[in-house]
């Protein structure tokens, strides 16, 4: 079974910080990864995806994130956070290939303080 | 990319009655999902929904609690049904094209009273 794991419930960073997000998986496939961020009240916007290619991915609003294949791991960086990135952060996993669903880690709040 | 509508974004409702949710998609697409976002938790699937079929449920997930319809290609409702306040969370649909990321609606945030 798919499964992803995100081992911060919450995260405070002082504005103008680096931040890096850990997002763990467990897919018996290569797997489709993805980072979601979400703000109150909205629905969840894409940051940034990754199944082939480059390992370094690069996403809107300045993030990046590293494919591991040998820890399972994508972790969600950006070299100095804004006041604006506060906010829910998912990271999912799917099948490469196909329309099927997503399955999601229990999300990460970050936190910015002044 | 498609643009997914979802309405209301919110409500307030009694306990005991019903609730239908509308997603309208500008694009046709094979599959739509439906997922529940209770306070302070991730997303959980509560369905996936082909046009022409009955939907698919995940364990936990009824038919006559949450009925969804798909009419066609670009559209679903789901209905949150006999409410009680454990149904208070986000209600959330959304689609996967070929080989893509999800794209999701705003979301409904739902209060039972």
């Known amino acids: 079974a798919q499964s992803v794991t995100q081992p911060d419930i919450h995260i405070t960073v002082s504005e103008g910080a680096s931040l890096e997000l850990r997002c763990n998986y467990s897919?018996?496939?290569?797997?489709?990864l993805f980072w979601y961020v979400q703000s109150p009240g909205q629905g969840l916007q894409l940051l940034l995806k990754?199944?082939?290619?480059?390992?370094l991915v690069q996403g809107i609003k300045g993030f990046e994130a590293e494919f591991k294949r040998s820890q399972s791991s994508f972790n969600l960086r950006k070299p100095s956070v804004h006041w604006s990135d506060a906010a829910e952060y998912f990271c999912?996993?799917?099948?490469?290939?196909?329309?099927?669903?997503?399955?999601f880690g229990k999300g990460t709040m970050l936190l910015v303080s002044p | 990319s498609a643009v997914i509508s979802q309405k209301p974004s919110r409500d307030i409702c009694q306990r005991g009655t019903s609730l239908t949710i509308q997603c309208q998609v500008d694009?046709?697409?094979?599959?739509m999902f439906w997922y529940r976002q209770q306070p302070g938790q991730s997303l959980t699937l509560i369905a996936t929904?082909?046009?022409?079929?009955?939907?698919?449920?995940e364990s936990g997930f009824v038919i006559d609690k949450f009925p969804i319809s798909r009419p066609n290609l670009t559209f679903s409702t789901l209905t949150v049904s006999n409410m009680s306040p454990e149904d208070s969370s986000i209600y959330l649909c959304?689609?996967?094209?070929?080989?893509?990321?999800?794209?999701f609606g705003q979301g409904t945030r739902l209060t039972v009273v």
């Open positions: 999912a996993v799917g099948a490469i290939g196909g329309y099927s669903t997503l399955t």
């Open positions: 897919y018996g496939a290569t797997p489709y």
């Open positions: 990754y199944f082939s290619g480059d390992t």
């Open positions: 694009s046709q697409v094979t599959m």
């Open positions: 929904a082909n046009q022409g079929s009955e939907a698919t449920y």
């Open positions: 959304a689609f996967r094209g070929w080989n893509t990321e999800a794209f």
